[in-house]
């Protein structure tokens, strides 16, 4: 059965149209009909079953038959500082994060960073990941939809109020069992495709930033994430 993210008030027993983005999907690519279902979820919690009711030129309608308070969410919850990366690498980064159950996703600039926006708020630009985030939940069956914030840089990030237990990834640097101690609410920051310089992982570790090196080689950007949230997925639900 189809899921749709759809920014709405969901109650069961009543009748709501379509928002321009659902309808455009469910309606006129996949060319739903009258009387079939889909899974509607609103970022709020749970999930509701709904029945398309009436179909128009330019709009249409569902009824919300039933809620579910299923929740799929991972046993953490992570914030994740990402330096941003050009193409598809990015979009990949999100997806996959998403899919794994982060929290927050943080763009994040530094010295070595592919890319700058436009301006510090290329809205367009943000949309887009957003929108990835989105997907990924429709996708793989998650309620709620992680936020991806406005890029900053490492130095202003990494002074902002986050959880304890933090890890920057660091190949090659010595480090202790980082995940012995490690609380199910985390910070973890992923350098670009050149990684961290020596000076933002020093300054990292100086706000309390544990070096984590997963193996004996360096991971790509876009792979890291995906490595990173894998283990910690394991690692908390066996705990």
């Known amino acids: 059965?189809?899921?749709?993210?759809?920014?709405?008030?969901?109650?069961?027993?009543?009748?709501?149209?379509?928002?321009?983005?659902?309808?455009?999907?469910?309606?006129?690519?996949?060319?739903?009909?009258?009387?079939?279902?889909?899974?509607?979820?609103?970022?709020?919690?749970?999930?509701?079953?709904?029945?398309?009711?009436?179909?128009?030129?330019?709009?249409?309608?569902?009824?919300?038959?039933?809620?579910?308070?299923?929740?799929?969410?991972?046993?953490?919850?992570?914030?994740?500082?990402?330096?941003?990366?050009?193409?598809?690498?990015?979009?990949?980064?999100?997806?996959?994060?998403?899919?794994?159950?982060?929290?927050?996703?943080?763009?994040?600039?530094?010295?070595?960073?592919?890319?700058?926006?436009?301006?510090?708020?290329?809205?367009?630009k943000l949309d887009h990941w957003q929108s990835v985030a989105v997907a990924a939940c429709e996708q793989c069956g998650m309620n709620i939809v992680p936020k991806v914030l406005a890029p900053i840089s490492i130095e202003e990030w990494i002074q902002t109020d986050l959880p304890i237990s933090r890890f920057v990834m660091a190949p090659n640097k010595d480090q202790k069992n980082v995940l012995l101690d490690a609380q199910p609410e985390l910070a973890l920051l992923i350098g670009p495709e050149g990684g961290l310089s020596e000076s933002e992982i020093e300054l990292s570790n100086q706000h309390g930033f544990v070096n984590w090196c997963i193996g004996d080689r360096v991971l790509r950007t876009e792979t890291a994430p995906v490595v990173a949230l894998s283990i910690l997925n394991y690692h908390f639900a066996s705990n």
């Open 1 to 124: 059965m189809n899921r749709f993210y759809i920014e709405t008030e969901l109650n069961t027993g009543n009748t709501i149209e379509l928002t321009e983005s659902v309808f455009h999907h469910w309606v006129r690519v996949l060319r739903a009909k009258v009387q079939e279902q889909a899974i509607f979820f609103n970022g709020k919690g749970g999930e509701y079953r709904v029945t398309l009711t009436e179909i128009n030129k330019k709009n249409a309608f569902v009824s919300v038959d039933h809620f579910e308070a299923i929740d799929r969410t991972a046993p953490f919850k992570v914030i994740l500082g990402q330096v941003m990366s050009k193409g598809d690498r990015m979009d990949y980064a999100i997806q996959k994060a998403t899919e794994l159950g982060v929290t927050t996703i943080q763009l994040l600039t530094s010295d070595r960073c592919e890319m700058r926006l436009k301006y510090d708020r290329d809205q367009k």
